[in-house]
């Protein structure tokens, strides 16, 4: 069957589209793909070849609806998509939706998108964590986590999870422009309610300096990150 869209819309930082992640047995149609990716596919671990799918569905619509879908996106030697010197686009995927953001280069701008579910309320304990493991002391600096500490304590999860993506999504974005691994620990991001985010780079090897932009927004279950970064020389 044909890939099943989500979304498909226009974000501050470029075109993002959401794609459904086919079921590990599900009979998908490999024809939206180019030739070099129908090859590279079948040489995935069978887990991983839904999520890859819908990753590059999602990457060609969107580059399509943007006039700049121009032939096969590999991957490049740390794992992001390879795309023409005149694009700027990165992917996302979890279980069931894998979502794409794509841009023209324009001023050597670089983006990046993150998505992670929605940590449910109705799950938390009375405490107001669930039973997974508290990251907030490994994702979050210690201004962020003075700012955790006025969130009321059962959207506690959500708001370390909200810090998490959105560094996600920054370093996708930072990484083409210095070509090196980026800790939590190198940024700031404080979201506010209307989705804006005031993003402060504290980069260890004093790269840049740079323009950083980050939004967020909820999308089918998922907070949805984006980010774009240029050098400001």
């Known amino acids: 069957m044909p890939a099943d869209i989500i979304f498909r819309t226009d974000l501050p930082h470029g075109r993002c589209v959401g794609v459904r992640v086919p079921g590990a047995n599900e009979q998908v149609d490999l024809g939206c793909l180019c030739d070099e990716e129908r090859a590279y596919l079948v040489t995935l671990a069978p ?4 999520t890859w799918f819908a990753g590059r569905v999602a990457l060609h619509m969107a580059l399509f609806d943007i006039g700049l879908d121009r032939g096969a996106i590999l991957a490049t030697q740390r794992g992001a998509p390879e795309l023409p010197v005149d694009v700027t686009g990165s992917i996302s995927h979890k279980r069931t939706l894998a979502v794409a953001l794509a841009a023209p280069r ?18 938390l304990g009375e405490s107001g964590w669930d039973n997974r493991p508290d990251i907030s002391s490994r994702v979050m600096t210690p201004d962020e986590l003075a700012f955790l500490a006025d969130v009321p304590e059962r959207f506690r999860r959500r708001e370390v999870i909200l810090h998490f993506s959105l560094k996600e999504a920054l370093y996708k974005a930072i990484n083409p422009l210095i070509g090196r691994y980026v800790s939590f620990q190198e940024a700031v991001v404080l979201p506010a309610a209307d989705g804006t985010v005031a ?5 260890k090897k004093r790269e840049g300096p740079f323009r950083v932009g980050a939004r967020w927004t909820e999308m089918d279950g998922h907070l949805l990150t984006t980010a774009q970064v240029e050098s400001a020389e």
């Open 199 to 203: 993003v402060t780079l504290n980069l």
């Open 47 to 50: 887990v991983r070849r839904p």
């Open 106 to 123: 324009k001023n050597g701008i670089s983006v990046g998108v993150d998505i992670e579910p929605v940590p449910a309320i109705s799950s």
